[in-house]
Antibody
Framework: QVQLQESGPGLVKPSQTLSLTCTVS??????????WSWIRQHPGKGLEWIGY???????YYNPSLQSRVTISVDTSKNQFSLKVTSVTAADTAVYYC???????????WGQGTLVTVSS | QSALTQPASVSGSPGQSIAISCTGT?????????VSWYQQHPGKAPKLMIY???NRPSGVSNRFSGSKSGNTASLTISGLQAEDEAAYYC???????????FGGGTKLTVL
């Protein structure tokens, strides 16, 4: 049973870089067919897809965030990561990592981690 | 504004059936059978309830079903129970500039 767990700072200053890591357990991140994903949810709002990475390294990003987002994978640690540069208060959200099956559905999800952008 | 359109809220009494719609375009919902539905209780992570329009993952109650007609997908919950009260989100693969689109979410209230 694959499980995902987000980790990283809960508070980031404006203009700095938000960095989060998702650790995958119970299965190999290198197994084919899966896209390792980041999704965020602003307080009281809906879900916003940030992007995902195939185990080979191919990445797909939401065009609205593409200029500031990088997703990378570390197969040796069974982890994948998210970096968002030049953050503002609008980046305050709960960030989820999730496994995506063949660009079709997300399952399972991590528990989510709240990141607040504030000085 | 979300790419997929869902009603903001629906309600029903215990035992009743409700349906939540999810309207997109021919570039997403209408063009592919890759619609999925998620249930989210307050403070919790979303949970997959339906994938590929109408398939239920193992462990999900058969009271949940999905369908699609044209550019609109629907999630139906039969025999409403108090525990079904949650937010529900649809999602679809999209051939437009973004791979994934979500609906704005529907708050289900069990009266």
């Amino acid at each position: 049973q694959v499980q995902l767990q987000e980790s990283g700072p809960g508070l980031v200053k404006p203009s700095q870089t938000l960095s989060l890591t998702c650790t995958v357990s119970g299965g190999s991140i290198s197994r084919g067919g899966h896209y390792w994903s980041w999704i965020r949810q602003h307080p009281g709002k809906g879900l916003e897809w940030i992007g995902y990475i195939f185990y080979s390294g191919s990445t797909y990003y939401n065009p609205s965030l593409q200029s500031r987002v990088t997703i990378s994978v570390d197969t040796s640690k069974n982890q994948f990561s998210l970096k968002v540069t030049s953050v503002t208060a609008a980046d305050t959200a709960v960030y989820y990592c999730a496994k995506n099956e063949g660009r079709r559905w997300f399952d399972p999800w991590g528990q989510g981690t709240l990141v607040t952008v504030s000085s | 504004q979300s790419a997929l359109t869902q009603p903001a809220s629906v309600s029903g009494s215990p035992g009743q059936s409700i349906a939540i719609s999810c309207t997109g375009t021919s570039s997403d919902v209408g063009g592919y059978n890759y619609v999925s539905w998620y249930q989210q209780h307050p403070g919790k992570a979303p949970k997959l309830m339906i994938y590929d329009v109408s398939n239920r993952p193992s462990g999900v109650s058969n009271r949940f079903s999905g369908s699609k007609s044209g550019n609109t997908a629907s999630l139906t919950i039969s025999g409403l129970q108090a525990e079904d009260e949650a937010a529900y989100y649809c999602s679809s693969y999209s051939s437009s500039s973004t791979d994934v689109v979500f609906g704005g979410g529907t708050k289900l209230t069990v009266l």
